[in-house]
């Protein structure tokens, strides 16, 4: 161990001679380091990324760094969120396929993961800001939360194998605690690194941190969050984690990952699917975006219908985990009976999911993270009444949740706010 | 680490010798180990437990035996589950004060606990049987729930210290592994280790068996069990894990301790009251035990009531953890607010744990491990009698949870049904 060298953060210029003998890297593409080509790409808020071109093929080296690129050193950040990243992605590999990128090697000490260069892609949210959207994500997305969350679980898993699991992953703490304060509490009151736009949003700000109810519910879904040790997540699934071409789609950056609720990673996602919707107005010119406003909610209408169907379809074939025991159910002859607790759980995931996305809508307008999809619309006014509207909307998820019998509902609510036509 | 001995089971005839150096033990007992008395008075389905009375004192010395004492050595069982009970007392000695025994010693290679020596308590199972209710145990009991449920969870823990606390406790996996099955599952199928009054219940035993709502309840109660890791557990909070005097309580016997729902524990307790309760009518002559019904619906009313008061005082005075922020609702003049959520949580913990009660109540008489409260009834028919009344309670409780309002009308059904004025 003393000969191992000590974290030291890479640069362009540094790349090729400290990764030049790596085998996973130069059989992939080229040992002649005096001809890659090394791009440090990383737009995120914690780690350096660098794309590395050498004269057979392309990789993807990232990087952990030991504070929050976003805010700098004065918020110090363990570099061992990358050793939780390389395990959620080989996990996540293994139980979704090809959605996550192959891993080629994994650096303990410098925190860093090589991996598979993707090519086209470019990051989803990207694509929905720019007016696209890639065919298959409502496929590709629903399988994934579907085969990862039933495949980390109780329904799944050895019991021991996943109490092992959830106590490896309990150790990341420090990206819990990101979630658990920037996602559910800063944005109920004036927090120091909480931003808004102001003053045009100013008055709905201080609306919702007076929202008694809002309040409570956001905290009820903190202590889910916090206590419900289901599965393990993606745990920072927006459309910034997802990479695509018009027909693939590809998972990553799951270095949040630990074993929380099952909505979690549901309710983040579409919400990042809603939050592209109410942002479309402020990106469209002459109209031009109605379609694709349909789309995306017929986006989250598919993945939705997707995750259903395979989580529902891994519940039949794969139940072998020591939740709902076929013993009970049927190996009586009471299939009805194992449908009903399917039902049950699929309500409660709904119900959860609606909750976590309204207060992940809340977040990225009120909180210290925000979207491109709001950020990028220059005119501040106009970026404010798409945020009022996804503000408002969040709040009626996140209250009402367990009266909101269906996603058609639902996208009725989310038109005739996009069209000002309630308030 | 090469020096230490191996793990042998103590007798009372080697504990001297093997003991008569441990100071922690001499200086309280006396080190004249020839004039020490030794007696094995395990009477639990796990482990050896010893009396030792030297000239200066007693004392109790409890060790692990590789497998469960209940079954032999076919059923193997981790000796670590030593280290969990060691740690949980201390926990819960300073979360609760002394109603938990004092440890003097713990030795983890030898699986073995030195402790208080408690008389001239005697086990609260035994109280009940005997007809008798020692005065305290509703106000004891329901302080003992109040101070280790809140003070272990993300109500006054910081966020890592409880993660980390969690992945400890979550190899306990193996005793966890008997609640999820023998508790959740065994119960509700032909499973080979069960056992029930027989003939006399077959046709219940079948009746439960073939109950869909039940199975299903009783399932989704193992999920929340196995996932919802709330707070630090007993884990096996029963009546015989429990000693008392007429005015002195002390809880003994975590080894099953682990993270996870803070109506779980409450629930066990409360059902080992109403088994108690129906339990009555086979230990009664000529009515005699009509006081004590009466008392033990009257605990049960305040072992909750104490609970709800208790933790509500600790809500206000000690919510020092990251769920339910102050910032959120006391510090913005929002006090309502902050007991909105609060009672939003004592409901939760309400509705489960009347579902964790009815479960706990079927495997007690379903099971593999039955309580005395049923067992030291000689007369089969009338034990029986006894058993059905508390398994149709259970099935109430476990199904209906969500809309049984009060404990007063939960206790009007009890009362009905031990008089069979309802069936």
């Given at each position: 161990m003393a000969d191992k060298p000590s974290f030291e953060a890479l640069s362009a210029e540094t790349l090729p001679l400290r990764l030049g003998r790596t085998d996973?890297?130069?059989?992939?593409i080229g040992s002649d380091t005096a001809s890659w080509k090394v791009r440090e790409?990383?737009?995120g808020n914690l780690n350096l990324v660098f794309i590395v071109d050498g004269p057979d093929g392309s990789a993807i080296v990232k990087q952990a760094l030991p504070y929050v690129r976003l805010v700098g050193d004065s918020w110090p950040l363990p570099l061992k969120r990358s050793f939780f990243e390389y395990h959620a992605l080989t996990r996540q590999r293994a139980r979704a396929g090809n959605i996550v990128p192959e891993i080629f090697h994994f650096d303990e000490g410098q925190a860093l993961i090589i991996m598979e260069f993707l090519t086209p892609h470019i990051i989803l949210r990207r694509a929905l800001i720019e007016g696209r959207r890639p065919k298959n994500i409502g496929r590709d997305l629903g399988l994934f939360l579907a085969?990862?969350?039933?495949?980390g679980s109780d329904l799944s898993m050895g019991a021991r194998a996943r109490k092992e699991d959830m106590a490896l992953f309990a150790d990341n703490a420090e990206l819990c605690d990101i979630t658990e304060n920037l996602v559910f509490t800063d944005p109920y009151f004036d927090a120091a690194m909480n931003r808004h736009t102001s003053p045009q949003l100013d008055g709905i700000v201080a609306t919702l941190r007076a929202d008694r109810?809002?309040?409570?519910?956001?905290?009820?879904?903190?202590?889910?969050?916090a206590s419900s040790a289901e599965t393990l997540l993606h745990g920072d699934l927006h459309t910034g984690s997802i990479m695509v071409t018009d027909d693939e789609t590809r998972v990553i950056d799951p270095e949040f990952a630990f074993y929380g609720?099952?909505?979690?990673?549901?309710?983040?996602?579409?919400?990042?699917f809603?939050?592209?919707?109410?942002?479309?107005?402020?990106?469209?010119?002459?109209?031009?975006?109605s379609v694709l406003r349909d789309e995306l909610l017929d986006t989250v209408t598919e993945i939705w219908a997707v995750f259903r169907t395979e989580f529902s379809r891994l519940w039949h074939s794969e139940r072998t985990g020591m939740l709902y025991d076929r013993r009970l159910?049927?190996?009586?002859g009471d299939a009805l009976g194992s449908a009903q607790a399917l039902d049950c759980l699929l309500h409660q995931i709904y119900v959860d999911m609606l909750g976590f996305a309204g207060i992940e809508i809340h977040r990225r307008i009120l909180g210290l993270a925000h979207n491109a999809d709001f950020e990028d619309i220059a005119d501040e006014n106009l970026r404010a009444r798409c945020e009022?509207?996804?503000l408002k909307f969040g709040r009626h998820l996140a209250v009402n949740r367990n009266r909101l019998v269906s996603l058609q509902e639902i996208h009725t609510l989310a038109v005739r706010l996009e069209r000002d036509e309630i308030s």
């Open positions: 996973a890297l130069t059989a992939r790409v990383g737009d085969t990862t969350l039933f495949r109810n809002l309040k409570v519910e956001a905290q009820r879904l903190k202590h889910i969050f609720p099952m909505a979690f990673d549901v309710g983040m996602l579409l919400a990042n809603w939050m592209a919707f109410f942002a479309q107005a402020g990106h469209e010119k002459a109209g031009d975006r159910f049927e190996d009586q009022a509207r996804a």
